[in-house]
């Protein structure tokens, strides 16, 4: 049994959670501000710069939900303060990416560059020609756009070659066998 939802969130001092009746919650901090609605069943209460969650009862989905609030209120706090990161390799020869302005610009092999503008709040850097990094305040975005850009050309197993996350282990397959 997960005990993650009875563990309080630290709330630190240049950072502001308010959270309604309704159970919709605003983090405002040093990196910008975070709003999103909560299971309406948690009971979330903050107090004196911890936050705590509380189930009505112990059903199955309230006992699932319970942990899943403590850890979504936890990761806006997170994302306000420090942020969040991914990063992404290109392996292949001629698979490259670059940055121009606000849009990624990937060369993946096919007849056309993959033009992707970076969604709102999300912020893209190419480092040399073959890693992407992207950063937000928003866990869920980060993950969703990082994998929106791998779909554009995911890793074969046979030579290795598309777009993986860094630490990302590609396993690899034997190549046919001639005689």
Known sequence: MSRIGFKPVNIPANVEVSIDKNNYAVVKGPKGQIEQRLPK????????????????????????????TRTLINNMIVGVTEGFEKSLEIVGVGYRAQKQGNKLVLNLGFSHPVELE???????AVDGSNKIIVKGIDKQQVGNYTA????????????????????????????????
């Open 41 to 68: 069943a948690m009971k979330i209460a903050v107090a004196d710069s911890v936050v705590n969650v509380s189930r009505p009862n112990d059903e199955k989905e309230n006992r699932s939900l319970h942990g899943l």
């Open 118 to 124: 970076d969604p709102k709040g999300i912020e893209t």
């Open 148 to 179: 929106v850009i791998r779909d554009w050309r995911r890793p074969e197993p046979y030579k290795g070659k598309g777009i993986k996350y860094s630490d990302e282990i590609v396993r690899r397959k034997a190549g046919k066998t001639g005689k």
